[in-house]
T-cell receptor
Framework: DVKVTQSSRYLVKRTGEKVFLECVQD?????MFWYRQDPGLGLRLIYF???????EKGDIPEGYSVSREKKERFSLILESASTNQTSMYLC??????????FGPGTRLTVL | EDQVTQSPEALRLQEGESSSLNCSYT??????LFWYRQDPGKGPEFLFT???AGEEKEKERLKATLTKKESFLHITAPKPEDSATYLC???????????FGQGTELSVKP
């Protein structure tokens, strides 16, 4: 079975803090994705990566950056957290053109 | 513009009462259509992929079908444990991104 793990289930941070969300997959997938999910807005793509050291902006990249130094690991960085970044963050991975498998999510609260 | 619309937004069923969820899409070349189940506070769980019109996939009480404009998720004799939000997503020929619908929240009462 594909397994996607995220570093934290719940996270509470202060405004202005730098926040790192880590995602690891164990199925040698080329593609990795970061989404946020908010009530009424659905799933929105923040960034994705097709290969190591490659990244592409999704629909809402502002305020975020990413890092992919190894194939199995994709990190989402909030350079200076703000209250409007309070959300559920979901990581996913896939083979090229195939279904995405999601992690359990990280519920981030920014105070 | 590529778009996915799911209906209804919410559906309440009695245990054993069969029904269907709809996913309508407009996309510039469909590469695949995906169904997911999401329980509260958890990540989406992959259910099915459909690639071409006329294709059908089944898993337990769920059956997904695809036409050129929409997909249906049929739920036969649902049980309370089928209660969840069901998400539909499409992948266009250009690029690997998924475009998600807003989901249908299904509640099955005993």
């Amino acid at each position: 079975d594909v397994k996607v793990t995220q570093s934290s289930r719940y996270l509470v941070k202060r405004t202005g803090e730098k926040v790192f969300l880590e995602c690891v997959q164990d199925m040698d997938h080329e593609n990795m994705f970061w989404y946020r999910q908010d009530p009424g807005l659905g799933l929105r793509l923040i960034y994705f990566s097709y290969d190591v050291k490659m990244k592409e902006k999704g629909d809402i990249p502002e305020g975020y950056s990413v890092s992919r130094e190894k194939k199995e690991r994709f990190s989402l960085i909030l350079e200076s957290a703000s209250t409007n970044q309070t959300s559920m963050y979901l990581c996913a991975s896939s083979l090229a053109g195939r279904e995405q498998f999601f992690g359990p999510g990280t519920r981030l609260t920014v105070l | 513009e590529d778009q996915v619309t799911q209906s209804p937004e919410a559906l309440r069923l009695q245990e054993g009462e069969s029904s269907s969820l709809n996913c309508s899409y407009t996309v510039s070349g469909l590469r695949g259509l995906f169904w997911y189940r999401q329980d509260p506070g958890k990540g989406p769980e992959f259910l099915f992929t459909l690639y071409s019109a006329g294709e059908e996939k089944e898993k337990e009480r769920l059956k997904a079908t695809l036409t050129k404009k929409e997909s249906f998720l049929h739920i036969t004799a649902p049980k309370p444990e089928d209660s969840a939000t069901y998400l539909c997503a499409v992948q266009a020929n250009q690029g690997g991104k998924l475009i998600f619908g807003q989901g249908t929240e299904l509640s099955v009462k005993p």
